[in-house]
């Protein structure tokens, strides 16, 4: 690719004109690759895009080989782990918005092809989406993810966790974060599984460790709204416990009438430089697709902060 580290010097969201939903971005030893959630390329699901900066990027094709039709035709929010030299994908698939179920495929290129293990890490779930893989310092590996769960006082999709072992299953999961807030309804009344409830959603968790504590960013409420919103929560451990800072001050990121609508589903990548971004997507203004989108993220003694989201040029970090 071009270089383009020393040519750019600021950004503007969108920072890529395609649709690009639930992007994950990973940082390799000379380029930021991204994976989305969206139309195949080439024959192969969930695009690729690569970066020297973050905010250009060029498409390098379609990542996974589909799967059996019998599985659903519908995949969503790829994460992708490097470990033991080879690149590790979970996704999950499914039909419509029933039955998704979290897999894995391999490639021995960031870019592809991955092809699935045939290995359904969550038989044992009602549904499962949004993995995340996550490395802590000693070397273990943890799979972050969303899942519905009919109990509790806020009926709906929560957030859980799993250690990984041989990146190929999980151990017990462990719950993450449950709904605790009107925000994070994604529609009253709505019949699930039989029955009406007023649905709460967390979804899209993406963990990072700052100074010895464990934050983990999520996003709430419906993505099809304008109201979808990421906030935080911390703890002193991979598996928790986790806390939520008082009086809604975890919310993040939210919409801005007018600019942005919807910001949500992130992940986080550290710039060559060191200073981490959130990447998400953001709706535009017709509510038709949803677009890649960066800003830096701010460490202060209380926790993360953000200028973002933002719609006009900002500085784009070294």
Excluded: K
């Amino acid at each position: 690719m071009t270089s383009l580290r020393t040519a750019r010097r600021t950004y503007r969201n969108p920072v890529h004109d395609g649709y690009f939903a639930d992007p994950f971005a990973l940082r390799l030893d000379d380029r930021y690759v991204a994976y989305g959630t969206g139309a195949s390329v080439g024959g192969r699901l969930f695009e690729v895009l690569e970066s020297d900066d973050l905010a250009s990027w060029t498409s390098v094709g379609g990542a996974l080989e589909p799967l059996d039709p019998a599985l659903g035709g519908d995949y969503w929010a790829p994460e992708v782990a490097q470990a033991e030299g080879r690149f590790w994908m979970y996704y999950s698939v499914g039909h419509g918005d029933a039955g998704h179920h979290l897999r894995v495929a391999v490639a021995d290129e960031a870019a592809g092809p991955f092809v699935d293990l045939g290995l359904d890490l969550t038989p044992d779930e009602r549904f499962a989406i949004d993995p995340h893989p996550f490395r802590d310092v000693d070397g273990r590996w943890y799979l972050y993810f969303a899942r519905d769960v009919l109990d509790g006082p806020r009926v709906g999709t929560q957030l859980a966790v799993a250690p990984l072992t041989g990146m190929t299953s999980l151990g017990d999961v462990t719950t993450v974060l449950e709904p605790s807030a009107d925000w994070q309804i994604y529609e009253r009344d709505r019949l699930m599984y039989g029955a009406r409830h007023d649905w709460h959603t967390l979804e899209g968790p993406s963990v990072r460790l700052h100074e010895g504590r464990y934050y983990c960013f999520y996003s709430g409420g419906s993505w099809q709204t304008a109201g979808y919103a990421v906030a935080w929560a911390s703890a002193p451990s991979p598996l928790g416990p986790w806390t939520e800072p008082a009086d809604g001050a975890g919310r993040l990121l939210g919409a801005v009438p007018d600019h942005v609508r919807g910001p949500g589903h992130n992940s986080v990548v550290t710039t060559f430089g060191g200073t981490d971004m959130i990447v998400y997507h953001a709706w535009d203004e017709t509510l038709s697709a949803r677009q890649l989108c960066i800003d830096p993220i701010r460490w202060t003694p209380d926790g993360p902060t953000t200028p973002g989201p933002t719609w006009q040029d900002q500085p784009l970090p070294a």
